[in-house]
Nanobody, 120 residues
Framework: QVQLVESGGGLVQGGGSLRLSCAASGRIFRPNVMGWYRQAPGKQRELVATMASNGATDIADSVKGRFIISRDNVKNTVYLQMNSLKPEDTAVYYC??????????????WGQGTQVTVSS
């Protein structure tokens, strides 16, 4: 089994910063893509940022220039540094990972979600 454990959410004033972390543990052969999605009340879950094992990134236009994604492949951990936060960034942030669990199978996993609230 694979578990994703998130940390780092909270309440921050507009313009502030937060850093999210997500550590993958369990039977991991190789984490491929790791990243973050978010879901605001009444809205669909959307991609925030992902990073492949080769460093290639996919970042939402709404956060480009403000959020930075990084990962530690030794620790199987992905980070999201969120700067210049805006009230519209308020959402539950979910870690997502596409992990190869053996040479035959690759599965997608979700974390439990962490709340980020940005006050105006």
């Amino acid at each position: 089994q694979v578990q994703l454990v998130e940390s780092g959410g909270g309440l921050v004033q507009g313009g502030g910063s937060l850093r999210l972390s997500c550590a993958a543990s369990g039977r991991i052969f190789r984490p491929n893509v790791m990243g973050w999605y978010r879901q605001a009340p009444g809205k669909q879950r959307e991609l925030v940022a992902t990073m492949a094992s080769n460093g290639a990134t996919d970042i939402a236009d709404s956060v480009k220039g403000r959020f930075i994604i990084s990962r530690d492949n030794v620790k199987n951990t992905v980070y999201l540094q969120m700067n210049s936060l805006k009230p519209e960034d308020t959402a539950v942030y979910y870690c997502n990972a596409l992990i190869r669990v053996n040479i035959f199978n690759e599965n997608r996993y979700w974390g439990q979600g962490t709340q980020v609230t940005v006050s105006s």
